[in-house]
């Protein structure tokens, strides 16, 4: 018998845990394998100490998280961005008593609105003494339908919240950390931006934009000493289902079980900070089990069978509706 080959074992095992991730979800089992340790790295805190950051979906989840441990590390500015003000005030006392020191701004903002976030952007920019050293963008919207179900003006909101938006403010931004040859951008992409799964096509679209928009980003922005990381969160129990739009446009208005058991937004916090303050990588993911990440493997080893997989989780997931 001939050798399997290095590539032949390696499907032997990401198949099995590939199809664990696609089959549907309401048939896998739910837990979190993220492990991050609780509390930022000496390193990180100290050279995130008298710094500037600027975060949009700041008013919960893995904004909020994120936002809190930069309070942490006594930050010359924060600026707190997202709808709900009354929200984004809670948050901002809770970073004030982290950090003492550090001036929180709270900018509401619809990311909806192209002007809205070119004005975000500017503002910030402005509240921090023209010295932005971090820019976070985690505000986001999922969707929830088929493609069928799903009008066009659906598609056209999730790229404006997801993409669009962070590149308006981005602009406002960027030339600046660009000028003074330092700076970091932190873009809250989704696993759903390396692979495309059925009932996300327009999620799918917005994340996989941003995606190949950092990637080009990088290779303009490394040369003047800005670094541009993409993040691919798994699954964070956060309210991401809830707040989900269907094909109308409504909210979707449901706890998926995958998201109540993802993994803690102060965990994933702590492991993108500390990974992006070391400059360790660019792109990674994080809060993903084996078998999601054994489906970007796959995606790259044998793309034909994750397209069948794919295939096979819609025509299960439309039996189980």
Same mark, same amino acid.
């Given at each position: 018998?001939?050798?399997?080959?290095?590539?032949?074992?390696?499907?032997?095992?990401?198949?099995?845990?590939?199809?664990?991730?696609?089959?549907?979800?309401?048939?896998?089992?739910? @837990?979190?394998?993220? $492990?991050? +340790?609780?509390?930022?790295?000496?390193?990180?805190?100290?050279?995130?100490?008298?710094?500037?950051?600027?975060?949009?979906? $700041?008013?919960?989840?893995?904004?909020?998280?994120?936002?809190?441990?930069?309070?942490?590390?006594?930050?010359?500015?924060?600026?707190?961005?997202?709808?709900?003000?009354?929200?984004?005030?809670? &948050?901002?006392?809770? /970073?004030?008593?982290?950090?003492?020191?550090?001036? &929180?701004?709270?900018? +509401?903002?619809?990311?909806?609105?192209?002007?809205?976030?070119?004005?975000?952007?500017?503002?910030?920019?402005?509240? /921090?003494?023209?010295?932005?050293?971090?820019? =976070?963008?985690?505000?986001?919207?999922? %969707?929830?339908?088929?493609?069928?179900?799903?009008?066009?003006?659906?598609?056209?909101?999730?790229?404006?919240?997801?993409?669009?938006?962070? $590149?308006?403010?981005?602009?406002?931004?960027?030339? %600046?950390?660009?000028?003074?040859?330092?700076?970091?951008?932190?873009?809250?992409?989704?696993?759903?931006?390396?692979?495309?799964?059925? @009932?996300?096509?327009?999620?799918?679209?917005?994340?996989?934009?941003?995606?190949?928009?950092?990637?080009?980003?990088? %290779?303009?922005?490394?040369?003047?000493?800005?670094? =541009?990381?993409?993040?691919?969160?798994?699954?964070?129990?956060? #309210?991401?289902?809830? #707040?989900?739009?269907?094909?109308?446009?409504?909210?979707?208005?449901?706890?998926?079980?995958?998201?109540?058991?993802?993994?803690? +937004?102060? *965990?994933?916090?702590?492991?993108?900070? *500390?990974?992006?303050? !070391?400059?360790?990588?660019?792109?990674?993911?994080?809060?993903?089990?084996?078998? !999601?990440?054994?489906?970007? &493997?796959?995606?790259?080893?044998?793309?034909?069978?994750?397209?069948?997989?794919?295939?096979?989780?819609?025509?299960?997931?439309?039996?189980? #509706?």
């Amino acid at each position: 018998m001939e050798k399997m080959t290095n590539s032949g074992l390696l499907l032997l095992f990401i198949i099995p845990l590939s199809a664990a991730f696609l089959i549907s979800p309401s048939k896998r089992s739910h @837990f979190s394998l993220h $492990a991050a +340790p609780v509390d930022l790295q000496i390193q990180t805190i100290e050279t995130l100490k008298g710094k500037s950051a600027v975060l949009t979906g $700041a008013s919960s989840g893995l904004g909020k998280a994120m936002a809190l441990k930069l309070a942490g590390c006594d930050m010359k500015h924060i600026v707190l961005s997202g709808r709900n003000v009354e929200a984004l005030e809670e &948050v901002k006392e809770q /970073c004030l008593k982290e950090g003492s020191a550090c001036k &929180v701004h709270v900018l +509401p903002c619809d990311l909806t609105d192209i002007e809205a976030s070119k004005k975000l952007g500017k503002d910030s920019l402005a509240l /921090c003494e023209d010295q932005v050293d971090m820019l =976070v963008l985690s505000g986001g919207l999922s %969707s929830r339908s088929a493609f069928v179900d799903t009008d066009i003006e659906v598609d056209e909101m999730l790229m404006k919240v997801n993409f669009l938006s962070g $590149a308006a403010i981005a602009k406002g931004i960027v030339p %600046s950390m660009v000028e003074k040859q330092t700076g970091s951008i932190i873009w809250i992409s989704s696993v759903q931006g390396l692979i495309g799964t059925p @009932f996300r096509t327009s999620y799918a679209a917005s994340k996989f934009a941003v995606q190949g928009y950092c990637e080009a980003l990088r %290779s303009e922005l490394s040369s003047s000493g800005v670094n =541009v990381h993409c993040i691919s969160p798994g699954y964070i129990s956060t #309210n991401l289902s809830l #707040n989900a739009a269907t094909g109308d446009g409504t909210k979707h208005g449901k706890m998926d079980e995958t998201t109540a058991n993802g993994a803690d +937004p102060s *965990d994933v916090a702590v492991e993108i900070l *500390d990974s992006v303050v !070391a400059n360790s990588k660019s792109d990674f993911v994080v809060a993903a089990s084996t078998s !999601a990440r054994a489906a970007i &493997v796959l995606k790259l080893f044998a793309p034909r069978l994750l397209e069948k997989m794919l295939v096979k989780r819609f025509l299960t997931s439309k039996e189980d #509706n």
